[in-house]
């Protein structure tokens, strides 16, 4: 039986049961689950990087939504005051639309 040890999404064991398969969980306490949510965004963010198409590429990023939701809630937050954070960062620091990319900026004269 392989053995996997990782967080899986809320149906995955249903989804297994369905086949007819046995399995064994068993539901993290809080810090095991920020911990074991800190390493399921290095995966997701890794096969993101890995993505050979614009599809999977999108595949992947909504796996790293998720787990960003998630990472919210165990931090104390919401949905809507983490996007009221990117809002107000974005007003005062800019998003990325400009695409701009900096090079050097001149060291300040005594």
Known sequence: MPVYNKLVRDRIPEIIEKVGKRF???VL???EY???LQKKMKEEFSE???SDSDQNAIEELA???EVI???AEVHGSSLEELQAVQKDKAEKRGAFQERY???EVEDEQN
């Open 63 to 65: 796996d790293l939504l």
């Open 29 to 31: 306490d809080t810090e």
């Open 69 to 71: 939701y998630a990472l």
């Open 48 to 50: 993101y990087i890995e």
């Open 101 to 103: 990319f900096l090079i």
């Open 24 to 26: 064994t969980t068993r």
């Open 34 to 36: 920020k911990i074991e």
